[in-house]
């Protein structure tokens, strides 16, 4: 069943994703520096009336829980905050743009967080977010 | 001293140079021991990451840093490489006494494949090789 992007029952999908990709485990295997959060810009034509958010509590390549949050949620308690917009986030999980690539082009931008640290990490992260194409998704645009 | 670090208008919107900015912020406030390679640093480094189509150019005057959108003036050194291969110069793995480029490094080695086939192009490298080593290891987050 396709979920819509994004919703609370999309990035409930997503932590299956994340603990489904082989790629993830073994890149994050040793990551323990915390959540991430991935946050949706506002879109009031998509219906996104506010800027929203999935934090992927990740650890040792396992996730252990994601949830649906305000912004202002996810950058108190994430470590981690990576933002951008709609069509941005959907070209990446798409497969349409690499997720490093986009940041170098800002499409996508660390708001938050310890740049070294993500760098080391840097498979880990593109894993991330590539876990994400395979949640069966339904795009608003 | 204290070191600045900073984006010359325009280069905001510019993620490869926000995000070296940051890096070389961290990275200095991380690990002290760089500060003696920046505030030796000077000359203009362009990086050209082809693929995302996205340049930038360090320009270092020993201790100060301005990050430029795009290629400003004529650089000492060109790096020319595709955004994986930018990325890993910021991985390059360091020996332990003198900090210099470990060659037998997983990272260095990838890159000394892409510099030896036709990757990665590196402009000036030989003629500014104090630099280039300098700028190498104040970028690693080694």
């Known amino acids: ?141 | 001293m204290t070191e600045v670090i900073e984006l010359a208008p325009g280069a905001s919107e510019n993620g490869l140079a926000t995000m070296l900015a940051d890096l070389l912020r961290q990275n200095l406030a991380d690990k002290p021991h760089k500060r003696a390679d920046f505030a030796r640093l000077a000359g203009r480094v362009a990086i050209v990451a082809e693929d995302a189509g996205v340049a930038l150019t360090l320009e270092f005057d020993r201790g100060r840093l301005v990050v430029h959108d795009g290629i400003v003036g004529i650089p000492d050194v060109t790096v020319r490489a595709p955004s994986d291969d930018v990325m890993a110069m910021s991985l390059v793995e360091l020996t332990p006494r003198r900090a210099l480029p470990d060659p037998r490094g997983e990272t260095m080695r990838k890159l000394w494949q892409g510099m030896r086939g036709d990757r990665i192009h590196i402009h000036g490298a030989l003629l500014h090789a104090p630099l280039m080593l300098r700028l190498t290891r104040v970028m690693s987050v080694h």
């Open chain 1, 1 to 141: 069943m396709a979920h819509t992007f994004p919703s609370p029952e999309w990035t409930a999908a997503y932590k299956d994703a994340v603990n489904g990709n082989a790629a993830y485990r073994e890149a994050g295997k040793t990551w323990t520096h915390g959540a991430v959060a991935f946050v949706v810009e506002k879109d009031a034509a998509l219906g996104l009336p506010d800027d929203c958010a999935m934090v992927l509590d990740v650890n040792a390549g396992e996730c252990r829980e994601t949830h649906w949050v305000a912004r202002a949620v996810a950058e108190a308690e994430a470590p981690f905050v990576i933002v951008g917009r709609y069509d941005r986030w959907r070209d990446v999980i798409t497969g349409k743009d690499d997720p490093i690539k986009s940041m170098m082009q800002n499409k996508l931008r660390l708001v938050k967080g310890h740049l070294p640290t993500i760098i080391r990490y840097v498979e880990s992260s593109r894993q991330l977010v590539k876990s994400a194409s395979a949640v069966d998704s339904h795009w608003l645009a």
